[in-house]
């Protein structure tokens, strides 16, 4: 599925393919911008001087929405819906709406399955109103995956749900009609790089033998390397995707257009996609994965990752895609779906370091949602509608990261999302200066007033009930009498939480660093190297404090490489594990210090010019017998 801030700046999270269910090569490429060359320096050129230029003007304008809409739905739904994840009784593992390519089915054998797909249990309606009662604010549909088969009823192509199915309904109208009646913003994800139907689009290197799929035929960049093969993507692209996209602006009207697989066409293929669709919509707003390069990127927003466990912070508007299980379309035989608790922490998660989140499911080949996905569906609408004024209109959080959870701020409000709630009733903030007029629990209607004392100038310390009110996310209200003030250093706990001190929030010194994707166990920072690149995180406590410390990494290339950890008095040159595989937890034992500020360093301490390793994070685990930050 997935090949995956501001309209301006570097996509620096690269897509690594992925571990577990889904661990299925050419599922996800590493990179998905263009390598742009010469000859798309004049698109580019042309681009700037001109069109989009022009097009960014109303940038702020068409993004006002978005921004306030902070979770949608995307759905993936299609003719790979139909064989669930399976294929002549084989199980096909990872993405299932890869069916296609994975198991190389000819068009004409896929057009068999086509005649197949009557989904009569679908209703628009429902699917709406599943999102709305969730507290989606969007919602995002595939009306044309990368198999090239139209979800909707079109005239340029007759390999669409009308023509080829006995269903003989267009659900993407039905879809728009009930988006517009219950104020759902709504929009398509068009595959417009990948066309495994048709002869003269990039993927299917088995019945065509083309470019741009697995067989690589040509070269990743293909059309450097074969120019000469350029005029039939072109061809594609020209009376097919252009087309079929106008047919989807003018037919439907949509909010947002949703793309993927950009370095599967030259750059300037891709400019000419979304110069078609300013031309013919100026309004919509279109995700960053359809034309940037590694230097510039000429979307809306930003997108990450897919499947995430984890965020990286970066600048500007973007956007991660998690899905219910590991899968984005319907496979009976994946199983792995995560609790509502995950998509609940995810969302506060997203929205303190200024994201949205597009939640996927994958519905049945009949229309109906699998139960499993409605119970999550179900388990976050009732908390997010209780708790929604600390996730809309909130904005990216200021503060240091707590342990126990994340916060997110909206004007002289600050609120905590509490995930590990204290056990004895006291709850540490490090990091406002500003004070505070009251606290009280967001679903308290009495608002009761919560004890707060000032510990230092940027340490609380929040007197909460015992009894955790919200195990998914209890959330506590902070009126300040002024605007923010912060002091960016992390206050750790010195008691019962763990200190999750994440690569991805760490600060880097050197050159050469790449990022994880942000999945699980893939949330890490990698091209550790040489010995004058090091992390750092800056560190208080108000007490004197004993942690265990444990780093987890995944391992490098380096067998004879050597890391050291410093903080305070502690310091340590440590081997690398043994271990050659999945994700190391070195344990380098026990340290003491003083009630202080201090920094926490990892530096390469051997290196050859080859990866140490890809770190994940530091762990500071407080240690009987604990002291007080009274």
């Not at 006291?426 to 209607?445: C, H, M, R, S």
């Not at 009126?479 to 929030?505: G, T, Y």
Request: hydrophobic share 40%; glycine share 8%.
């Amino acid at each position: 599925m997935k090949y995956c801030k501001s309209a301006f700046l570097l996509l620096s999270m690269l897509l690594n393919a992925g571990y577990g269910y889904s661990q299925v090569a050419g599922d996800e490429d590493k990179e998905m911008f263009n390598q742009a060359k010469l000859r798309d320096e004049g698109a580019i050129k042309e681009a700037k001087n001109g069109w989009w230029t022009a097009s960014m003007t109303e940038h702020e304008a068409r993004m006002k929405w978005w921004r306030a809409a902070k979770f949608g739905m995307f759905v993936h739904w299609g003719i790979y819906s139909i064989p669930e994840g399976e294929w002549k009784g084989k199980v096909v593992n990872g993405y299932a709406e890869h069916l296609m390519r994975k198991e190389k089915i000819s068009r004409a054998d896929y057009l068999n399955l086509a005649h197949e797909f009557n989904p009569l249990k679908f209703n628009a309606e429902e699917w709406i109103l599943d999102a709305k009662k969730a507290g989606m604010n969007y919602f995002i549909i595939t009306a044309k995956h990368h198999d090239g088969f139209a979800m909707f009823d079109s005239k340029v192509s007759d390999f669409d749900v009308m023509d080829q199915t006995p269903f003989k309904r267009d659900p993407m109208a039905e879809l728009a009609v009930a988006a517009k009646k219950h104020g759902m913003k709504f929009g398509f994800y068009y595959s417009h790089a990948f066309d495994w139907e048709h002869p003269d689009a990039p993927g299917n290197d088995w019945e065509y033998k083309n470019p741009g799929g697995d067989q690589l035929i040509g070269g990743a960049n293909w059309f450097d390397q074969h120019p000469e093969w350029l005029p039939k993507a072109q061809r594609y692209v020209e009376e097919k995707a252009i087309p079929q996209l106008k047919e989807l602006i003018n037919k439907y009207h949509p909010d947002i257009l949703w793309f993927d697989t950009p370095h599967k066409l030259p750059f300037s293929e891709n400019l000419k996609i979304l110069h078609a669709i300013r031309e013919t919509d100026p309004n919509i707003v279109v995700n960053g994965r359809l034309a940037r390069t590694a230097a510039m990127n000429f979307g809306d927003y930003q997108n990450t990752g897919d499947r995430p466990a984890e965020f990286r912070t970066v600048a500007g508007d973007w956007e991660a895609i998690p899905t219910t299980n590991e899968s984005y379309g319907y496979s009976k035989h994946d199983n792995s779906h995560k609790s509502a608790q995950f998509f609940i922490r995810l969302l506060a998660n997203s929205s303190s370091r200024g994201g949205n989140l597009l939640m996927n499911i994958g519905p049945k080949a009949d229309g109906s949602f699998d139960q499993k996905d409605q119970r999550i569906l179900d388990s976050i609408g009732p908390w997010l509608h209780k708790n929604k004024s600390s996730i809309f209109g909130s904005n990216r959080s200021t503060l240091p990261i707590p342990a126990w959870g994340v916060t997110t701020q909206k004007g002289q409000r600050i609120y905590l999302h509490v995930f590990d709630w204290p056990k004895d009733g006291e709850l540490l903030l490090g990091g406002l200066k500003t004070q505070v007029k009251q606290a009280y629990l967001l679903n308290d209607p009495a608002k009761k007033k919560l004890p707060v004392k000032r510990l230092g100038p940027a340490v609380l310390r929040i007197a909460v009930p015992e009894i955790c009110p919200d195990p998914a996310d209890a959330v506590i209200v902070l009126e300040l009498n002024a605007a923010v003030s912060v002091d960016p250093i992390r206050l750790l706990a010195n008691k019962e939480m763990s200190n999750r001190l994440l690569a991805f929030d760490a600060t880097l010194h050197g050159k050469g660093f790449g990022f994880g994707d942000g999945k699980t166990d893939r949330y890490f920072v990698d091209g550790l190297k040489s010995e004058d690149q090091f992390f750092t995180w800056n560190v208080k406590t108000l007490a004197k404090a004993r942690y265990q410390v444990i780093v987890k990494y995944l391992p490098g290339a380096d067998p004879e490489g050597r890391y050291r950890v410093e903080l305070g008095s502690f310091n340590m040159e440590v081997p690398l594990a043994s271990q050659k595989t999945g994700v190391v937890s070195q344990d380098l034992g026990k340290i003491e210090f003083p009630a202080g500020t201090y920094q926490l360093r990892l530096s390469a301490a051997k290196a050859q010019g080859i990866e140490l390793m890809k770190l994940l994070e530091v762990q500071l685990i407080p240690l009987p017998p604990y002291s007080f930050n009274k």
